[in-house]
């Protein structure tokens, strides 16, 4: 299982873009990644998926780089209640049964 | 609303007795998940059923067991409980034929006491 990196808290600004980077060095070729979304004492929620270049959805946006060694969530003009943590997973594409949740990024939008 | 179930929402319970925790999976979703989270250790995977099967094992201690009914319906028993099991515990589910995407539970919260 490839090994992801995040880091532990963010701080950000209401109407303000986040980027939250995930490292993932040892990604593997049928490996995609992906980005969940936890609220305090919530399930974590999926928030999107991706295996190269970029991918956009109605939430935020995937960067995938051409290496696939690291990957950046990017959530667009945040609010308060974007406040949570986020987690990235890597893992083999339909075949991810064993998902490895990491500490996540812990992103505070402040007023 | 993700379609999953749990109950019980909340449980209070002593140390040395034994739990057991229901989830519904959402309908269709062949597979369903466990996962506990403390304050101390985040998110941790514990076990995954698929279609009744046992499919793969997380970091669950021998004192917790799981299973599948036909139903799809899964139940995680904890014996023996400690303290140090007062934790979240989520039930997610999917179908891994067509999405990686996991539908989690709103939770049960243990507290050992």
């Known amino acids: 299982l490839a090994k992801t990196t995040q880091p532990i808290s963010m701080d950000s600004y209401e109407g303000q873009e986040v980027n939250i980077t995930c490292s993932h060095n040892?990604?593997?070729?049928?490996?995609?990644i992906t980005w969940y979304q936890q609220f305090p004492s919530q399930g974590p929620r999926f928030i999107i998926q991706?295996?190269?270049t970029k991918v956009t959805n109605e939430v935020a946006s995937l960067f995938i780089p051409a290496d696939r060694k690291s990957s950046t969530l990017s959530l667009p003009r945040v609010s308060l209640s974007d406040t949570a943590v986020y987690y990235c997973?890597?893992?083999?594409?339909?075949?991810?049964?064993?998902?490895?949740f990491g500490a996540g990024t812990r992103l505070t939008v402040k007023p | 609303d993700s379609g999953v179930t749990q109950t019980p929402k909340h449980l209070i319970t002593a140390t040395g007795q034994r739990v057991t925790l229901r989830c519904s999976p959402r309908?269709?979703?062949?597979?369903v998940y466990w996962y506990q989270q403390s304050l101390d250790q985040g998110l941790q995977f514990l076990i995954q059923?698929?279609?009744?099967?046992?499919?793969a094992k997380g970091n669950i201690l021998e004192r917790f067991s799981a299973q599948q009914f036909p139903d799809l319906h899964s139940e995680l028993n904890l014996s023996s409980l400690e303290l140090g099991d007062s934790a979240l515990y989520f039930c997610?589910?999917?179908?891994?034929?067509?999405?990686?995407?996991?539908?989690f539970g709103p939770g049960t919260r243990l507290t050992v006491l």
């Open positions: 997610a589910s999917s179908d891994p034929g067509n999405t990686d995407e996991q539908f």
């Open positions: 040892n990604i593997a070729t049928n490996d995609y």
């Open positions: 991706g295996y190269k």
């Open positions: 997973l890597v893992g083999e594409y339909r075949n991810n049964n064993d998902m490895r």
């Open positions: 309908s269709g979703d062949l597979s």
């Open positions: 059923y698929y279609n009744g099967e046992e499919r």
